[in-house]
């Protein structure tokens, strides 16, 4: 017998992770950098985030331990995290049984759902979807039920409900506000969803980590409020978007004790913990005042309508974004599809942007392109003017 084999395996690794594309975020950045393309593509923002939240946690590195916190996170963030949706959102949430920090929002959704979905379970998605929510469905065994949101308006309707909610139904992923499409749901959406929730005794798992990125005087709804949701909500929040520091990957999730206990046995196994200075950074901020988060918005409101006016005036049609960092423009005249017009654009004109194709699965739009807007304003007004060549007479 011999241990050396010279045949391939005919699938190595799990076939949903084997079979599994790069994600068009890494993919597009590398693009960018191979082009030297101004990188609209992945959501971050140009900037540091803010000063006095990176200082708390350079000083919290020295001054707090560096072994491993508890692993719901530290007391001083749970409770950060429930005085935080009190105010801002009118949550009830008990920081020692409703509150886990997780590292970013990616391990809580995978978290969520590997705890949550037994094999055979149907699990509602919305079109267009985060791309990390599929293979993360299908690996815990999920059964996926689409409902297609339509452009430009993107809303939840109540036959497209009808239409994939069963007695089979367990659990409905839902985006709020919703990347890429800059949607914000409000309470007819909300309420729509949350009757069917109850109707079939469905737990709804509500990605908000876009709650706090919304303009023109926008206020988040957080799903878990609607009636008869308390119960079956899993909230997830993140430390990147509220605070502009995307690096970091501090989320939290928020759910009622019966559901926590479940979250809590998947997560630690998954990360156990996440760092605790980053953590202690960010219990002092989300304790910051009005102001901060009015400026954040105020700021990238203005970026938002620098770079929609901009595309505008050189002949894109751009639609409306009420929230995130992120507006998409319609390329039907441009391009076959999105995914050639973002290759040809980032190789030929030296801008990156994500095909928004990359958030259906069943691939019937693709005539959008997202643009990333959180960047200076020399970044935005250098990004317009190299795609104004795509209008110009050859
Ligand atoms: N969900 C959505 C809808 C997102 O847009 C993102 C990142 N932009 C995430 C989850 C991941 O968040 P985190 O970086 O905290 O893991
Ligand atoms: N959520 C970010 C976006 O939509 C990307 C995150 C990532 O690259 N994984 O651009």
Redesign the pocket.
């Known amino acids: 017998m011999t241990l050396a084999s010279n045949r391939t395996p005919s699938l190595i690794g799990h076939p949903v992770f084997a079979e599994l594309p790069e994600t068009v975020f890494e993919s597009m950045s590398r693009l960018a950098r191979q082009h030297g393309a101004i990188n609209l593509g992945q ?1 971050f923002p140009d900037g540091q985030g803010p000063d006095d939240l990176r200082a708390a946690a350079a000083r919290a590195l020295e001054s707090v331990s560096n072994q491993y916190p508890p692993m719901l996170g530290l007391p001083s963030l749970r409770r950060a995290v429930a005085a935080h949706y009190r105010h801002h959102q009118g949550l009830d949430l008990d920081p020692e049984r409703e509150v886990m920090v997780t590292s ?4 809580a ?1 995978a978290g969520a759902l590997m705890a949550l979905v037994r094999p055979g379970d149907e699990v509602v998605l919305f079109e267009p979807m ?1 791309d ?1 929510y599929l293979p993360l469905v299908r690996r815990a065994g999920g059964v996926p039920r689409f409902v297609s949101l339509k452009p430009p308006r993107f809303r939840i309707e109540e036959g497209a409900l009808a239409e994939v909610f069963s007695e089979h139904t367990r659990i409905v992923l839902l ?1 709020n506000p919703l ?1 890429p499409s800059a949607t914000v749901f409000g309470q007819d959406d909300l309420a729509l969803l949350a009757a069917f929730c109850r109707r079939f005794d469905a737990v709804a798992v509500c ?1 908000e ?2 709650e706090h990125v919304i303009f023109d005087g926008r206020r988040h709804l957080p799903l878990m409020a609607q009636p008869g949701m308390r119960e079956r909500t899993v909230k ?1 929040g ?4 509220i605070f502009s520091l ?1 690096g970091w ?3 939290f999730v928020m759910a009622p004790e019966p559901l926590m206990r479940v979250l809590s046995r998947a997560h630690q196994f998954l990360t156990f913990t996440t760092p605790p200075n980053l953590q202690e950074a960010v219990a002092y901020g989300l304790s910051k005042d009005e102001g901060y988060f009015e400026g954040m918005r105020a700021e990238l409101a203005r970026s938002r309508d620098r770079l929609a006016a901009g595309l505008s005036r050189i002949g894109f049609s751009v639609l409306p974004s009420a929230g ?1 960092y992120f507006l998409t423009v319609d390329i039907a005249d441009l391009a076959a599809d999105d995914v050639a017009f973002c290759e040809r654009i980032v190789t030929e004109h030296g801008v990156a942007a994500i095909p928004v194709s990359a958030f259906y699965a069943q691939g019937e739009v693709k005539n959008l392109a997202r643009f990333c807007f959180a960047k200076t304003d020399a970044t935005l007004d250098a990004a317009v003017e190299r795609l104004a060549g795509l209008f110009r007479p050859a």
């Open positions: 959501g970013g929002a990616t391990e959704l985060y990390a985006n990347n990605d980590v876009w997830i993140s430390a990147g978007k995307t990957k501090v989320g995130t």
